[in-house]
């Protein structure tokens, strides 16, 4: 079973209104429903590629009973979320019909209390001894301390289990410094975390700083990887057009996926670009389309890279 | 008992942000949940004031629970809602801290499938059996016939209860042709309903189209009433600064608490002038402030008003 923690769970919300226009009313076309958080994403993927995964991290109040709701009709994923008083935000995308652009709306987390903190502890401890991988995704919701994924990162090391991270800023600073075996920031994480705005000096530098492996999701660019057993590039076909909306989360689906199938690298990058852009290319934000991941998977181009000097 | 009907309640949530801009990413700082939809804001108001109120309507999904389980904390409040298989829809009020205004956001309702409004009509022909007066407030969802408040007025009607219409475009004037005891549109609602931007002339012709009495809210100007007993113009004693949303709901439930007190006309509208300005001045949209409230009864301006030319 593969592992994924969101301890800021979402209900997410697309809008589609004609044009967003700032103190206007407007009438809501459609609305779309899905539960959300990086690692609630990372886990649905991974499902759909035929992993066994389970789902932990915190939900709560009618929001959280929602996102249970939707989880519990996806095949081969289990939801050991953690109760709790406070209700899951809601994220909102409102999408303009008229140019296609979104305008995000997110709800602060909720606040989770020190016994909350504590039973969430225990709980992972117990799912550490039944993971294969396991993959630590988003921002921290209030009441959770800043260093929380460095303990996070450590336990996962001592039950031998390879620990993936998936966040930013200064939860990201403190949770490559206890060394978990792959990082995937994107280009502004990555620049934020080692200063450089140079992709490949600044992965090289994530490695220096912790990481055993850091790969950095380069947008429309592909991913860009500085591992121990080398360093690649791994860009997709051709340019892809649509939603960008969980792409970055699909790429960590691809990741894990290839490092508990003992992929080869290259193989992974390919994967994981593949259903990146497959991502992208679905009409529902943070779906992929399994036709275009596997037309796409074949035709990543996956080149070595010389270091940094 | 008064009831109130919300075919279309909402959960309605009201975000601040610091300033919204189209197409950028926003941290929502606070987050205030309510139930609402018009007749639900008017039972709310009635409650307060002391009166014993059932709100009926329809109610469903996750966001139709989490109004139930606010309403059940409302002393002097029945919640007699019909369940429906579709979700109540969300209202999204974006409140910019730097310069006050608000950007709205409406989602549709749910479907009512035939069966359900068959059942609320059921109840709505017993609860009407107890009813002192029954306000019947706002917009229709989709698959409620548009023809449906007149029905519900002639259903009141034919059991001895006043009934006050608050809603507007077809839905009014429809509803106004089946000869409601009492409609409370606002300056726009009128207009469109009569064709006539001047106030006076158009709540005389709304008498005309069916209704018993019209008292027409005029925002900051407060409320002009033509009725069989008279006409008047009751205005409060300053301009009031604050939020409106709800303003409207708390006349409404100023003007049937007066009726079911049987208090004359001009005692009727300085109660629903005070009540609207208090929840103005209220900081919480859709709340009043009792103090504000008791304070600006007495000084609420009632003038009598000659017939139009």
Known sequence: MILTVTLNTALDLT?????????????VSEVIERP????????????????????????????GRAIRERLAGVPGLTDALVPVAGATRRTIAVVDELSGDTTQLNEPGPQIAPTEWGAFLDHYEELLAGASAVALCGSLPPGVPVGTYANLVRAARSAGVPVLLDTSGEPLRRGVAARPDLVKPNADELAELTGSHEPLR???DARRRGAHAVVASLGADGLLAATPQGRWRATPPARVRGNPTGAGDSAVAGLLSGLVER???????ARAVALSAATVRSPAAGEFDPAVYEELRGRVAVTGVASAA
């Open 263 to 269: 992929l080869p690298w290259p193989e992974r990058l």
């Open 15 to 27: 809008y589609r209104v004609r044009s967003l226009r700032p103190h206007a009313s407007h009438r």
């Open 202 to 204: 600044a992965t090289q």
């Open 36 to 63: 959300g958080g990086k690692g609630v994403n990372v886990a649905r993927v991974l499902a759909a590629l035929g992993h066994e995964v389970t789902v932990t991290g915190f939900a709560g109040g009618g929001t």
